[in-house]
């Protein structure tokens, strides 16, 4: 497996064609290949689709100043926005369930400061899409078949350190499901599934870097060309022991 | 970045020379070059070093067989022994903290049937400690001097799959920090920390996979020799809030 770094990607703004952008820093690097996967960073999409929110234009409510204890409270109105619940707080952090299902730190909104303006960056509305999208783009432009990842640098119960995993995923599956594992008496434990796609966001993470300007990565060599969604990475709530 | 696997490395008895087995895996691979990480799995390790528990040995107290539920009570008294809290259980699925500080499925203990015989594999009583001795045999055989990874497939809160983790790590260092994220009125939200061993040991698993007997991989290409621990990866109990 190669892991290659996609350089030479500008500062983004909305309406920039990120795919036309990848295939040419991919290009620089020697071009796609059949079942590459692209990974990038979720700030470059969001980015280009707008979900971004000028920090000025924010009224915080009463419940955003109690969250952001020390913080800004216009910071902690957008999480709010954000979340559909909040898993736990200390603040100003804060643990929540994003729309989306994702449980992550401040509900994935970042701070960024483009152009001297304070702005909040926020996830993607549907990262399956936002992957569909780039997938059927680069395809159209480079006639490669490749998978996409949406992937984001998220926190981990009982764990220090950030690793990547996949937001949004196309034209791979990100679950790989091995045979059961079986006790010695038999009885079948739990099938064994292995959340392979956010390996590899994990592994794009490590040439990418968060302060070297590199928003995407060429991950080569696996076979997992299928059909998914990053949703099916989310653990049903009813499975869920820590919710 | 690339990630190598390393083949042809037998099934593996207590007392195995491992270092010698992964430097003549490595030279059939190409070579090990200055700064590569191997990665080499959990159970591979606690083999050699007899780590390893005969089910038939085994007798279960009163509490493992109510924590054992449908499941075989003998394997839940060895989780119990292995265990320093339960986290979570929904018979016969638990999650335990280990001696070691580890938060996992089953405080780590695997199932496996070696030339017919029922045996249950422990995690290596010092993790780091076995990636030190890997590595200082490493470089007497070869004269590289190489970072270790000893990994395992760890379950998450909230996700569904596993990914690989590091639990013990020699010669690299396993967070790598950031400047602290900042809010727009100037706050500092946190150190921005990276768990880059546990990305290397998810992008190791990639090429190793569970069932086809590759038990170690070469991750090349990455500068992060230096020092520290797999416990360096553990959330401090202060300032965990999930537990």
Redesign the interface.
């Known amino acids: ?3 290659i770094p996609l350089r030479g990607i500008p500062e983004l703004e909305e309406g920039d064609d990120l795919a036309a952008l990848l295939a040419s820093a991919a290009a620089t690097a020697g071009g796609l290949e059949h079942a590459d996967i692209i990974v990038v960073a979720q700030k470059a999409v969001s980015k280009v689709e707008g979900r971004v929110v000028h ?1 000025g234009s924010v009224s915080p409510s009463e419940r955003a100043r109690e969250l952001a204890g ?3 409270p ?2 902690a109105e957008v999480i709010l926005r954000e979340s559909r619940t909040i898993v ?1 707080s ?1 603040p ?2 804060v ?1 929540a369930e994003t729309r989306h299902g ?2 992550c730190a ?1 509900a994935g909104v ?2 960024s ?1 483009a152009k001297g303006v ?1 702005t ?1 960056v926020l996830l993607p509305l549907d990262p399956d899409a936002s992957a569909a999208r780039l997938r059927d783009r680069l395809h159209e432009l480079t006639g490669a078949r490749i998978g996409v990842i949406v992937s984001d ?1 998220f926190g ?10 996949a937001l949004g995923v196309a034209g791979i599956r ?3 499901s ?2 059961g ?5 038999g ?1 079948e ?2 099938a ?5 796609a ?3 966001a ?2 794009a ?3 990418m870097g ?2 070297a300007g590199i928003p995407a990565a060429i991950v080569r ?2 076979s997992l060309e299928g059909v998914g969604r990053g949703s ?5 709530r009813e499975r ?4």
């Not at 064994?192 to 392979?196: F, L, N, S």
């Open positions: 497996m190669r892991v920090l020390p913080g800004d216009r910071r736990r200390r100003p952090l643990i994702f449980v401040s970042d701070a400061n304070d909040l640098s981990r119960a009982w764990r220090r350190g950030t690793t990547d995993v990100p679950l790989l091995l045979a594992e079986v006790d010695a008496a009885y434990l739990h064994t599934e292995i959340a392979v956010d390996e590899i994990g592994a993470e490590l040439v968060k302060t060599g696996l099916d990475l989310l653990m049903p869920d022991l820590f919710r």
